[in-house]
């Protein structure tokens, strides 16, 4: 996720939050969220769900949270693996 110089104080503040609620998803196997090391506007997101199922659970609620109000518009890069 590319977060501007100018939001990220109010992503950084909401993000505690938007961890402790997807972990607390069911079926959240790992949730986790790092800045760059590299860049201080950009985070690394790497979660693991037991099924697409809880997957999409995630997406739903996270559509409708203060998270999605808060780093609405922002650049996100994915890389989507299933594992059977």
Known sequence: MEVPPERLAAVTSALPAHIALTR???GCLAFDVVPSP???GRF???EIF???AAFDAHQ??????AW????AGLHRHYTV???R
Request: glycine share 0%; net charge negative; no cysteine.
């Open 44 to 46: 690394l997101v790497s």
């Open 50 to 52: 037991s099924d697409q």
């Open 60 to 65: 739903a609620r996270a559509k409708s949270s």
């Open 68 to 71: 999605a109000e808060i780093t």
């Open 24 to 26: 607390a998803e069911l």
């Open 38 to 40: 590299d860049d201080p």
């Open 81 to 83: 693996r299933t594992e």
